[in-house]
């Protein structure tokens, strides 16, 4: 069975700080990873997503996330943080056994200080 | 390219009624899904739809329903509703695998009193 985990249910950090919101992932075959943010009374928004090509990945935003197979995790960061970024961030994991169910992580609400 | 519309956003519904919420795929996308979210259940998968076809079915009672049609917008139905259904309701479509990701809709807003 898949399953995420996201460390820290809340994250604060000030604005220009660097952000980092983990994921560890749990998958007995090769994972399919994405990070997806969701503003208030909005659905989700693809942030990036690891498909087996580079480790490192970039997204939009200014985020990007590191593949670590030996560590199952793919933490999300961003070198320094703006107000805007202040938003729930939900990690979720597919693989070609789940078909397109994905499995999502309980998110971590980030909260940028002025 | 136009997004995933879900309609309506906002709704409001008595105990025992029924509902059906619509979506509408990107245009090529023949991978519709729904999620429920909650505060204390998180993001819950309810199924999924791949060129009219239940491909794939979460943990839900049987009062929870969906269908696909051949363009591929999908409709999903909750009967005789409880207080607990109450939730935003997420439909997202793909092009048909998971490597490709969801591109969500705003969301059905469900009020259930």
């Known amino acids: 069975a898949q399953s995420v985990t996201q460390l820290g249910s809340h994250v604060s950090v000030s604005e220009g700080a660097l952000v980092l919101l983990r994921c560890n992932y749990s998958?007995?075959?090769?994972?399919?990873l994405f990070w997806y943010v969701q503003y208030p009374n909005q659905g989700l928004q693809l942030l990036l997503k690891?498909?087996?090509?580079?480790?490192l990945v970039k997204g939009i935003n200014g985020f990007e996330a590191e593949f670590k197979k030996s560590e199952t995790s793919f933490h999300l960061t961003k070198p320094s943080a703006h107000m805007s970024d202040a938003a729930e961030y939900f990690c979720?994991?597919?693989?070609?056994?789940?078909?397109?169910?994905?499995?999502f992580g309980t998110g971590t609400s980030l909260t940028v200080i002025p | 390219k136009a997004g995933v519309t879900q309609t309506p956003r906002y709704l409001i519904k008595t105990r025992g009624q029924q509902v059906t919420l619509s979506c509408s795929p990107i245009s090529g996308h023949r991978s519709v899904s729904w999620y429920q979210q909650t505060p204390g259940q998180g993001l819950q998968f309810l199924f999924e739809y791949f060129s009219e076809t239940q491909r794939n079915k979460g943990n839900f009672p049987g009062r929870f329903s969906g269908r696909q049609f051949s363009n591929s917008r999908s409709e999903m139905n909750v009967s005789t509703l409880e207080l607990g259904d109450s939730a935003l309701y997420l439909c997202a479509s793909s092009p048909g695998q998971g490597e490709y990701g969801y591109t969500f809709g705003s969301g059905t807003r469900l009020t259930v009193v």
């Open positions: 998958s007995s075959v090769p994972p399919y």
């Open positions: 690891y498909t087996s090509a580079a480790t």
């Open positions: 979720a994991v597919v693989t070609k056994n789940t078909g397109n169910q994905f499995y």
